[in-house]
């Protein structure tokens, strides 16, 4: 903005005398009001910024579905009223969002410490079913979650160990039992003290035994949920395998594992204790509020009652499998043997993907979500194609430190209108993402029970296809220094949960790097590498012309399509050119006896039939 138009001697405006314009930059508002201070906050918090402009859209600024979802829980905290994850979508910026909820009731309250705790502590709704699995197939492994670092540099065991019993010892859920009385599970928290004595540590001499602590299945009344194996490769060379059970942890939690384990290393590496803020709560405490502030399932007024509502709604009828082309029969019992298949987004489409997301007021999430719905659906010929994706549910502040099970699974239902304009399932995918955002504070495996599906051990229920998106994913997996160390992540076999999980680690800048992780007992790796190529070519074509139908772009190469179309005509073969009537006279003068014609029990010869015509 100029105060003034600047003028030439003719009156003119003086083009030479005007400022560069800035295109990229957006003119910074300040928060006008305390709820705009306390959300402008959060917005900067999350996005990794100082400040941002209050009437700056939180997507354009690099916000997505998941960074959407926490923005809400936080915007509730710190405003006292309810904001869902459609609130951010519908009003992006800080001064509408506030706007926008101004005057509501109050949201949910955050999670405290309870004193005194009850005798039992109950199951949080997620780990009720991690136990039930646990006591039902003992011997399951797919819950397992290998944290396995490879440590270069000159290691001070000693340290390290110490560093492990600080960290339990920082975080309850990681010395906790779950015995049952009367088949009820309950949690069981362990003292400090028992931490050196318990705490399932290990120096083994291979990797194969590194290979054994991830493949073992833990009992969870009786161990507690982490076994630590460390294994000296080389004088500094050292491989770390922290293996939890998903009753215990997420994936989300990695950060404050890492965070607090190499705190508690660099002091007593030093000889000190390490010096760190007390956690405001434990995961007991969460379990308790959620039975607390979230009510039961069978109370249709309550929170997960209402929530359970919608998704009775959204999944009845849904096919209870999808059935995509496999290499080999469904075993009956799936063994979480999997394997994994790289590919890559180039930069063009991926900066494509975010330019139709943002068009079309979606995500690059979502945009994912519906080409590989239209995949699935085209290779299952199916028009009801289930996809779940993982969320992190630990958006309260006072939740982010933890270690525990905070991660739920939505399941987004698309049913796929192969005459249907990509734009216009976009727009249903959109809506469909929003609406189990807005319900997902009820714990999937609540869900299941409500559903009620066909429960076997052969496939996973409600969706057998995952999609995450994870935009930090490349910057954890990079090399970490700490002091004189560098702590980097190993690749090791870990069981698979469902049939195919497509992850895309997304970049600002560069292409979007992917893996699918498969069951190995369907699928070989070459098939699942067929099927990215086809998603990936999908993707460009359908976002390259969104108003074109979901079913007329080919999912086959060109090269496929040419050799499937030689099958189709078959051999070639000469035809003679003479007409009709001119075979039946030939075939007259050179076969007279041969039947020409039959009808019923009468039949006439070529000769019979010559002399007749």
């Keep these: 903005m100029l105060d003034d138009m600047p003028v030439n001697a003719a009156g003119k405006v003086d083009r030479k005398a005007l400022p560069a314009p800035s295109f990229d930059a957006v003119e910074y508002a300040a928060p006008e009001s305390e709820a705009e201070q306390s959300v402008a906050a959060v917005f900067a918090d999350l996005l990794g910024v100082e400040r941002v402009s209050v009437v700056e859209s939180f ?3 690099g916000g997505n579905s998941l960074s959407a979802a926490r923005l809400a829980a936080r915007a509730s905290a710190v405003t006292g009223v309810e904001v869902s994850v459609r609130d951010v979508f519908d009003a992006p910026s800080v001064r509408e969002l506030v706007a926008a909820v101004s005057g509501r009731s109050a949201g949910l309250p955050p999670v405290t410490p309870v004193r005194p705790r009850p005798d039992r502590i109950p199951l949080s709704f997620a780990q009720q079913r991690m136990w039930f699995i646990n006591r039902f197939e003992p011997h399951n492994i797919t819950y397992n979650l290998p944290n396995v670092l490879r440590i270069s540099g000159p290691l001070d065991v000693p340290a390290l160990r110490a560093a492990f019993d600080d960290l339990v010892a920082r975080h309850e859920i990681l010395r906790t039992t779950f015995p049952s009385v009367d088949g009820i599970a309950y949690q069981a928290v362990a003292d400090v003290d028992e931490v050196p004595r318990r705490l399932d540590w290990e120096i083994v001499e291979s990797m194969a035994d590194i290979e054994a602590a991830v493949m073992t299945p833990f009992d969870l009344a009786a161990d507690w949920p982490v076994r630590i194996r460390l294994w000296q490769n080389a004088p500094d060379d050292h491989v770390l395998a922290a293996v939890v059970h998903h009753i215990a942890a997420d994936g989300e939690s990695l950060r404050p594992l890492i965070a607090d384990l190499v705190t508690a290393y660099v002091a007593r590496h030093e000889g000190v204790a390490p010096r760190q803020s007390p956690l405001e709560v434990q995961f007991a405490d969460f379990a308790i509020w959620q039975h607390a502030v979230l009510g039961s399932p069978a109370d249709p007024g309550s929170v997960i009652g209402k929530q359970l509502a ?4 959204a999944l009845a009828g849904m096919p209870d499998l999808l059935e995509l082309p496999y290499d080999r029969p469904r075993p009956n019992v799936a063994t979480g043997r999997g394997g994994a298949a790289e590919f890559v987004i180039p930069e063009r489409l ?18 994912l979500d519906a080409v590989l719905a239209v995949l699935l659906a085209r290779l299952s010929t199916t028009d009801d194609v289930a996809i779940a994706t993982p969320i992190a549910g630990r958006g309260r502040p006072e939740l982010d430190p933890l270690i ?20 216009d399932l976009l727009a249903r995918t959109r809506s469909n993402v929003l609406a189990a955002f807005d319900n997902a504070d009820v714990p999937f495996e609540t869900v299941v029970d409500a559903v009620n599906p066909v429960r076997s051990e052969a496939f996973a229920p409600l969706a057998q296809v995952m999609l995450t998106l994870d935009p930090g994913a490349a910057a954890r997996s990079a090399e970490v220094p700490v002091g004189d160390l560098t702590f980097s992540g190993v ?12 992850m895309v680690n997304t970049s600002p800048d560069g292409a979007w790097r992917g893996a699918v992780s498969f069951a190995a007992d369907l699928f070989d790796e070459s098939t699942v590498h067929e099927m990215v190529a086809r998603f990936v070519m999908l993707l460009d074509e359908l976002t390259g012309d969104a108003r074109v139908a979901v079913g007329d772009v ?7 399509i040419d050799v499937l179309a030689t099958w ?44 007749r015509v």
């Design 59 to 61: 997507f354009d600024l």
């Design 310 to 313: 919608y998704w009775r709604e």
């Design 350 to 367: 991926a900066r494509r993907v975010e330019e139709i997301a943002s068009s079309n007021g979606a995500t690059p999430f979502m945009v």
């Design 404 to 423: 525990g099970m905070f991660v739920n699974t939505l399941v987004i239902r698309s049913r796929i209108d192969l005459g249907e304009s990509f734009e």
């Design 491 to 502: 690749e090791v076999d870990a069981p698979v949960q469902v049939d195919l999980t497509f």
């Design 554 to 560: 080919p999912i086959l190469p060109a090269d496929e």
């Design 568 to 611: 189709q005509r078959g051999p070639s073969k000469v035809v003679p050119t003479e007409d009709l009537a001119s075979a039946v006279a030939a075939s007259v003068v050179a076969y007279p006896g041969r039947e020409a014609l039959v009808f019923g029990d009468r039949s006439v010869s070529y000769g019979e039939f010559g002399s």
